[in-house]
């Protein structure tokens, strides 16, 4: 089952980040490393990203068939997802474990959540 981890950071836990030294920050990158190279040999990591500031974001609506971007951030909320992982893995305790593993997990609020294989959703009807 495929599940995916999302890594969500607020200014305390990006606070937190930034005011390591750079030895510090250079374990958590080799956490993220170890943990990387880990799902990886037992097959379950698909993919991993770590995501730009959402100042960088651009939201995107349709209206009358037309796009319209506006500029990020757009929410109101103080989180934010910083990245993720993809895995595919045997349980739902499975990604638990995973998402445990996530350096600084203590500071962040991760979410693990299936993912829904739209493949094998009905065929659509054809109209009679």
């Given amino acids: 089952m495929k599940y995916v981890i999302l890594i969500y950071q607020n200014p305390e836990s990006r606070a937190i980040w930034e005011g390591l030294s750079d030895a510090r920050r250079a374990e958590g990158y080799a956490a993220y ?12 990591l698909i993919v991993t990203e770590a995501l730009a500031d959402p100042a960088q974001a651009r939201q995107v609506t349709v209206r009358a068939g037309r796009p319209i971007t506006s500029d990020g951030p757009f929410a109101e909320a103080k989180e934010h997802l910083a990245g993720f992982y993809l ?27 299936p993912v829904v294989d739209l493949r094998a959703a009905p065929a659509p009807r054809s109209p009679e």
Avoid: F, Y
């Fill in 33 to 44: 490393a170890d943990l990387n190279q880990d799902l990886t040999a037992s097959g379950e």
């Fill in 87 to 113: 895995v595919d893995c045997a349980s739902v305790e499975r990604a638990v474990e995973i998402a445990a593993r996530i350096p600084g997990v203590e500071e962040l609020t991760v979410e693990v959540r």
